[in-house]
């Protein structure tokens, strides 16, 4: 059962007005999808968001026009009772519940595009391998979709927000609507935000000045800038994970399996970082 412990004290005339309007969350009954459904069930309450709940299933044997498509959607509409029963709170969300035959990289991306979708919310399953932790969903998604998605493992016991890790690359930052929702997210929870650049050269005159941009755009919110000189990010950030436990870990990827490289546990680099910790990235 996922916990919460949330610092935002809920109060139904004080809900923080955010741009996040309308969540998606991919679902299809498993362990993982319950632990995406209960932290986005909690975060949608907080900030008064709308929630889609996604079930996309395949049966290319039988065509998408079968008898047995109709019968697993009305199964699936039938079980919105155990979903009651199984997410606290989900009755306080205005919620939908699609269910589709397609695959669910290509769906999400249509209805990002067709219903205004402002993020995605997906569990994932994580069991000794930590590179199980990006499957084929999840790494389709961090290429497909261009709407913030936070990817919550399966083994996270415990919804909370005190510190958030901003992993950022001073030299190819531009994203600053990415700051907006990082900033919406802690202010959300009350947390603090950890900005951690890790280079391998000291920074620059004009990384300085997105710094200040930076320190600007977080104003209102308590935050810290750490400037690690280290050959690699993975290491980088590891060593930050030590001297600092955080709850949140958000990055803008800056190529194609990037992220995924950070958790190959093939890899001597490899990220150490607890695997309790959510992942928000931002596809700019």
């Known amino acids: 059962m996922l916990g919460y412990d949330i610092n935002y004290q809920y109060r ?16 299809n009954f498993t362990n993982s999808a319950y632990v995406g459904l209960k932290y986005a069930t909690g975060f949608a309450n907080l900030i008064n968001a709308e929630m889609i709940i996604l079930n996309c299933f395949q ?36 919620t939908t519940m699609l269910v589709e035959h397609a695959f669910l990289p290509e769906m999400l991306k249509e209805l990002c595009d067709s219903r205004k979708v402002d993020m995605v919310i997906m569990g994932t399953e994580i069991s000794g391998d930590r590179q199980k932790m990006f499957g084929t969903n999840a790494s389709s998604l961090i290429r497909l979709i261009n709407v913030p998605l ?9 919804m909370k927000l005190d510190d958030i890790m901003f992993a950022v690359d001073f030299k190819e930052f531009k994203d600053l609507k990415s700051v907006e929702t990082l900033k919406m997210f802690a202010q959300v929870f ?11 050269q000291d920074i620059n005159a004009n990384q300085v000045e ?14 810290k800038f750490y400037d690690y000189n280290y050959p690699d990010i993975h290491n980088g950030l590891k060593n930050f994970s030590k001297i600092q436990p955080v709850d949140l ?6 190529k194609h399996g990037f992220i ?18 959510p992942l928000l990235v931002f596809n700019s």
Do not use: Q, W
């Not at 139904?12 to 679902?27: A, L, M, N, Y």
């Not at 009350?190 to 391998?200: E, F, G, Q």
């Open 12 to 27: 139904p005339d004080h809900k923080p007005k955010t741009s996040i309007k309308r969540i998606v969350v991919p679902f």
């Open 260 to 277: 995924e490289s950070m958790y190959k546990p093939s890899e001597t680099k490899r990220m150490a970082l607890d695997t309790k910790i």
């Open 190 to 200: 009350n947390a603090r935000i950890h900005i951690v650049h890790v280079s391998s």
């Open 249 to 254: 870990i958000a990055m803008t990827p800056r």
């Open 210 to 223: 997105k710094e200040v941009v930076l320190d600007n755009c977080f104003d209102g919110v308590e935050h």
């Open 59 to 94: 049966n290319t044997a039988l065509g998408s026009n079968s008898t047995t498509d109709i019968a697993y959607s009305t199964e699936t509409s039938e079980r919105r009772d155990e979903i009651v029963k199984e997410v606290p709170g989900i009755l306080d969300v205005s």
């Open 150 to 158: 936070v990817i919550i493992p399966d083994d996270l016991d415990i």
